[in-house]
């Protein structure tokens, strides 16, 4: 077994600890790695050649990306019967082992211990920056690319090494709260400014050893080691600590709406930690984390957001298939989503043609980069270089014989198949017989655009959602000939701009779309029904949902929702359900209710566009009912509207992977992010259960809630869509 953690002592008596995961750029903590590390500290507190410690990485430009995510999932399962049991136990092995560093051998007295400091090359996230807390001193390269701080938040956990117990005792309750609370990440100078570190140099394994060897006594105890230590900012029962824990507790409440158990969980931890001593604060820190981790939400989280995402992001679904990395791409189109993915091909290098109809078009394109740099210097995010970088990678034309030598072209113009077919004659005449053609239609399937090409193999639909630039999901489609290289630049492509692919089969609306509309349909059904607008919009957000349905349809406005419900109506004929949707949107449309753009729909704005509220006048049309259904009816059947046309998407073979249903309706949609996606939600709920509420949903609101038969067989199995043989092994 090659060793992740070395350790050397110089002739000064410096021993350095170096971390070096291997097989990795970056290093990840394992249990391996606990073991190594904890070896190492005791040999150099037993060794009285050893004056000081250094902690440091072998990876140039990185200190550690975090815990390998699996050691939890060990945990758990070594726990057999009394899992909780065994996670408690592991998580305080960690916590005796930060511990170790941070009491380097001293007495009760103080006395005594060796200075350990931390040198960080770059980037330390999660437990990277966990271990540095323990030391007595961090020293950071003055790296601006590198990232610090605690992100774990994100994935639906909280830093449970003694990360927030020891954050919040360095800053305050208050000053980590946005470390804490929102995983806000900082680069070296900003980390310091912030208090997160102690010193920003360019040889920090230098620095570090020149003050382990010069450090007095005092340096090395921790302030909440010391006698008559008192919480910056106040303790709970402090006025002012009264104060920051009344506001954080709204602060958490208002954003999360309950739904998401590690904020709560770790406001209890710091709240319930800063009332005793900092040993026993730790032991309530890892009995919180336990409760989290065996929380099915974080573990959703987890799987949804950070492994899968990351699987997807890597090409779990790629084809095997060379290199297909973008050169050069052509987008064709300048308009909204033309000038965004112009935008993010340039920032991620790639030379990009932007043509439209007219060069003034196709400038205003590219002006629409300069825009966005300009706004990212003005916030510092950006530099006038970078600014200048980008746009000498845009070549903006209205001559189709610019496009020569592109090895990707992305169709974004209007939304209509015979502007579309023309496009696509008029570009294959200059582009080279290997380049990939993509349309970035919303609505129109690619097996059907495809035919304006010879070569349908080389067509796919690689489906952007707006604002580009902000939309991290890239649904990619799969025509009827699709072939698999043209699969394989499309991830390629993907992987490039940084965002997360999901591979979907051809249909009507594809995937994200398929199951958004419905959700949609059913706030506006509810309206209809006559249920309280207010009651449909928080029963939604209070379902981890951002946007309720009538918020939703308004932002993308009422005048597409017309379009799409006429198409969809002439496309289906007889069959189409939505009539009664129809009525509320088109009476709304007829009012000059036409959503936020307008400045009406829904919700009523003022001069700014601002929210002022849902419109009273809707109830003149539709008067709320005296009888309301319970805030769970609401939420269930807004819910399950989404996560049975997730299953029915599986069912026909649009979605042929989990993975991309529930990491694709997070970021495509928002799918309430705490479940960790629809299927998910459902394993949330038990397959038995779920089909239960599906009948009873059916009888109550009719055929759009019957059961998928997927999930009938699944209920009567008693299996879940994560644990069933055919899926666990490509999840
Ligand atoms: P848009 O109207 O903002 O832009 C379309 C651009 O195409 C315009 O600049 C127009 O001048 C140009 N154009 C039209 N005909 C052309 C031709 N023959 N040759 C060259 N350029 C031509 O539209 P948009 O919102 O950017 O949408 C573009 C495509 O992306 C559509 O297929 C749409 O369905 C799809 N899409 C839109 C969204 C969205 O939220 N707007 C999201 C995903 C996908």
């Given at each position: ?138 020293f950071?390269?003055d ?6 701080g605690?992100?774990e ?19 305050g ?54 006698k ?45 930690g ?15 984390f ?23 992001e890597k090409?779990?679904?790629?084809p ?24 993010v ?54 001559d ?29 005449k ?8 993509a ?70 609306f594809?995937?994200a ?29 209070m ?18 929702g ?29 009012q ?78 928002g799918f ?39 999930l ?20």
């Open positions: 077994m090659t060793a992740e953690f070395t350790m050397e002592t110089d002739a000064q008596g410096v021993a350095t600890i170096t971390w070096d995961t291997p097989g990795k750029s970056m290093n990840v903590m394992s249990l391996q790695g606990f073991a190594e590390l904890d070896a190492h500290m005791d040999a150099a507190l037993a060794d009285d050649a050893v004056t000081g410690i250094v902690i440091t990485s072998g990876k140039p430009g990185s200190f550690a990306g975090g815990m390998d995510l699996n050691i939890i999932a060990k945990m758990r399962e070594d726990g057999g019967d009394d899992p909780a049991k065994s996670i408690f136990e592991g998580i305080m092995k960690i916590h005796a082992i930060l511990r170790k560093i941070e009491r380097a051998g001293m007495d009760d007295k103080n006395k005594g211990g060796k200075p350990v400091a931390c040198a960080l090359p770059g980037t330390a996230l999660g437990i990277g920056f966990e271990i540095p807390l323990a030391c007595h001193r961090i950071a390269a790296n601006p690319k590198a990232k610090i605690l992100p938040i994100m994935v639906g956990i909280f830093p449970g090494a003694g990360g927030t117990t020891r954050l919040s005792r360095k800053l309750a208050m000053g980590a709260s946005p470390f804490l609370l929102e995983g806000k990440l900082s680069d070296p100078k900003k980390a310091k400014s912030a208090g997160l570190v102690d010193e920003v140099c360019d040889d920090p394994l230098a620095a570090a050893k020149a003050w382990v060897l010069e450090a007095k006594p005092s340096d090395i105890v921790k302030p909440w080691d010391d008559g230590w008192k919480m910056p900012g106040g303790a709970p029962y402090h006025p002012a600590g009264f104060m920051t824990f009344v506001g954080a507790s709204a602060m958490v409440n208002g954003k999360t709406k309950g739904v998401y158990p590690a904020a709560k969980a770790m406001l209890s931890a710091v709240y319930e800063a009332l005793v001593p900092f040993d026993t604060a730790l032991k309530i820190e890892a009995r919180w336990t409760s989290v981790l065996l929380d099915p939400s974080s573990s959703a989280m987890i799987r949804s957001l950070f492994i899968n995402k990351e699987a997807l090409g779990a679904n790629r095997e298939v060379a290199d297909q990395k973008v050169r050069r791409v052509g987008v064709i189109g300048a308009g909204m989503m033309g000038a965004g993915i112009a935008l091909s340039a920032m991620a290098g790639i030379e990009v043609v932007l043509l439209d109809q007219s060069k003034e078009a196709a400038e205003k394109g590219r002006a629409y980069t300069e825009g966005y740099m300009e706004k990212g210097i003005a916030r510092k995010k950006a530099t006038p270089e970078k600014k200048e970088a980008a746009l000498a990678l845009i070549t903006a034309t209205d189709y014989a610019a496009l020569k030598g592109c090895d990707l072209i992305v169709e974004a113009v209007f939304e209509d198949p015979k502007i579309k077919a023309e496009v696509t004659a008029e570009v294959l200059h582009v080279g017989e290997d380049c990939i053609f349309t970035n239609t919303s609505t129109l399937p690619i097996s059907e655009l495809a035919k304006a090409s010879e070569s349908p193999e080389q067509f796919i639909g690689i489906h952007f959602f707006s604002p580009v630039e902000k939309m991290m999901l890239v649904e990619i489609i799969r025509g009827k000939a699709t072939g698999d290289r043209a699969v394989a630049k499309a991830l390629d492509f993907v992987r490039q701009i940084r965002k997360t692919p999901i591979v979907v089969n051809d249909a009507r594809f995937y779309n398929r199951c958004i509309i419905p959700y949609i349909n059913e706030g506006i059904r509810m309206v209809a029904e006559g249920v309280s607008p207010a009651l449909i919009e928080n029963a939604a957000r379902a981890g949902m951002p946007l309720g349905p009538l918020q939703l349809v308004d932002e993308t406005s009422i005048e597409l017309v379009k799409i419900a006429k198409a969809t109506k002439a496309a289906m004929g007889e069959a189409y359900p939505d009539g009664a949707v129809d009525d509320v949107i088109f009476w709304m449309a007829d000059g209710r036409m959503g936020r753009k307008a400045g009406a729909g829904f919700y009523s704005y003022d001069d700014k566009g601002k929210r002022t509220g849902l419109w009273e006048g809707l109830a003149a049309q539709y008067p709320v009912a005296d009888d309301q259904p319970s805030l769970t009816e609401v939420q269930h059947r807004l819910l399950f509207i989404q996560s049975l046309e997730a299953v029915r998407a599986l069912e026909d073979g649009v979605l042929t992977d989990i993975r991309e249903g529930d990491v694709g309706a997070i970021l495509g949609w309430a992010p705490w479940s960790g996606g629809p299927f998910s939600w459902l394993d949330i709920l038990g397959a038995p259960y779920a089909a239960e509420r599906c009948d009873e949903l059916t009888e109550a609101h009719g055929d759009r809630f019957a059961c998928p038969e997927l009938r067989e699944m209920a009567g199995k008693n299996r879940s869509f994560y644990g069933s043989a055919s899926q666990s092994a490509a999840a």
